[in-house]
């Protein structure tokens, strides 16, 4: 394949790739050195406010699967696709008054794993453990994927390097900064992200001739317009129950929530979901015009992408390959930092070494950052399957959280058996699902297998549980 063959050339992509993985390791540097502490490096001293947590949340949720997924799922799910995906905004609306919630209850906390294991008990809280885990190295792997294959299309850049690039950078600025210097760069990506989307967007509604596009779907793709296709239905509630397990049991929300001042935690994750409710419908909407344009779609999840770039040019290309790079590092900074907290915390502290000095603890996350950066790496370089197929394979455990963590932090009558039976039966049922009926059931079921677990051991196990003991002292 020769140069002609891409939107811009490898050169430029090259260029566009230095400058900005520069730039955000200058910044990691730079906002490192207020992360004196462990609190300050995992939590940026419990004090962001109002503007930075707005932007971080937004950023972190503008992923490879907002710009990439929500397009394919309209290529293959048509006008419902775009729709299902929009509804993930609903899972940081939901969020945000567990946001207050959960401030208030543990002022002291650190992790999403915390809550488990002091609410419901150990059995549980190993069980989640391996559920937040397992997802969030999937979702780092989608993602690491996503950059892989942006970097290839666009600009020629072979796909391990740009992988390994854009993971490697992430986890530089990560190991410098911690939380600080990932709510940073957060805040600068969601200022790139939306006035990319906002200029591929104008460029867009003035190419696109939408008579044309209805007229060619209509004859040559009609089941896109199908308003009663059914597997696009049952996406749109599988998409909702995946989104918000995603956010009610990640500790990348967990650990934004304890770094936000108390006051402001709903309202940023209020107006996040506010903010990111249009960007997939956006981005979802420029697919329908692929087959109008005549682009040779090879993978669904570069659909989006590839008609943006095709249909402004190389300064469209440019923009896009910014915008997507932008997502993708300010998801991935964010699961890092989540993933380390998470097992320095929840499994070196709680387990191995409780007496750990915080300069011990420190450093033990920083060599966790590293690893999980090259397991993920490892992980991605084989490039199986789809970014949906592989993100959606862990939405049956996740879709099996959101119960155990709504009635635990609101019902005092929720109880271990109920939490630990949900979120194993949940995910069992969950994953039967994914290979049998497909992946846009496999959410639906896990959560609502383990919906009516958690109220048939309540209703049979009711608890009493003290709200008190969930503010554990941190020494």
């Not at 391990?160 to 992430?170: D, M, N, Q, R």
């Not at 979901?273 to 692929?290: D, T």
């Not at 879709?399 to 009635?407: C, D, N």
Request: with cysteine; glycine share 10%.
């Amino acid at each position: 394949m020769t140069n002609n063959s891409y939107i811009i050339s490898p050169s430029i992509g090259w260029l566009i790739l230095a400058v900005l993985s520069i730039l955000w390791l200058g910044l990691g540097l730079y906002w490192g050195r207020k992360a004196k502490n462990l609190e300050g490096h995992m939590l940026a001293g419990r004090n962001v406010g109002m503007a930075l947590g707005t932007a971080t949340v937004m950023a972190t949720w503008v992923t490879s699967n907002t710009t990439m997924l929500a397009p394919q799922f309209v290529l293959e799910m048509g006008v419902w696709g775009m729709l299902a995906y929009s509804t993930a905004a609903i899972g940081l609306l939901l969020f945000a008054p567990l946001a207050k919630r959960i401030r208030t209850l543990m002022p002291k906390g650190y992790t999403s794993g915390d809550f488990i294991r002091l609410r419901y008990g150990k059995p549980a809280w190993i069980v989640f453990l391996f559920i937040s885990i397992f997802y969030s190295l999937i979702w780092l792997i989608s993602m690491g994927m996503a950059g892989g294959i942006l970097m290839n299309a666009i600009a020629g850049i072979p796909y391990a390097l740009g992988t390994t690039v854009i993971i490697t950078v992430c986890v530089g600025y990560t190991l410098f900064g911690g939380l600080y210097a990932v709510i940073g760069t957060d805040f600068i990506q969601s200022v790139l992200i939306m006035i990319g989307i906002v200029i591929v967007g104008f460029g867009i509604y003035h190419v696109f001739n939408f008579d044309t596009i209805y007229s060619d779907l209509e004859n040559n793709r009609p089941m896109l317009l199908n308003l009663l296709f059914p597997a696009a239905l049952m996406s749109i509630f599988n998409n909702l129950l995946f989104s918000l397990g995603e956010v009610f049991h990640s500790n990348v929300w967990w650990s934004r929530t304890f770094a936000l001042r108390k006051e402001v935690g709903k309202k940023a994750y209020t107006l996040a979901g506010l903010a990111w409710l249009p960007i997939p419908i956006a981005a979802g909407f420029i697919a329908l015009a692929s087959d109008s344009l005549g682009i040779n779609i090879v993978r669904p999840d570069m659909v989006g992408p590839l008609v943006a770039a095709n249909v402004l040019g190389p300064t469209g290309a440019v923009i896009v390959f910014i915008v997507l790079f932008c997502s993708l590092a300010s998801s991935i900074d964010a699961v890092l930092a989540a993933i380390s907290d998470l097992i320095t915390q929840d499994i070196y502290r709680k387990i191995f070494k409780p007496h750990a000095t915080d300069q011990e603890l420190k450093k033990f996350a920083a060599y966790i950052i590293v690893l999980v950066g090259i397991v993920a790496l490892l992980l991605c370089l084989p490039r199986i399957g789809t970014l949906a197929s592989i993100l959606f394979f862990a939405g049956p455990m996740v879709g099996s959280t959101i119960w155990p963590i709504a009635t635990g932090l609101f019902w005092k009558k929720a109880n271990g058996k109920g939490a630990l039976w949900g979120m194993l039966l949940g995910s069992l049922c969950g994953l039967v699902s994914y290979f049998y009926l497909g992946w846009y059931t496999s959410s639906l079921v896990g959560a609502t297998v383990s919906m009516l677990t958690v109220l048939l051991c309540t209703y049979l196990f009711p608890s009493n549980f003290d709200w008190e003991k969930l503010d554990e002292p941190t020494t």
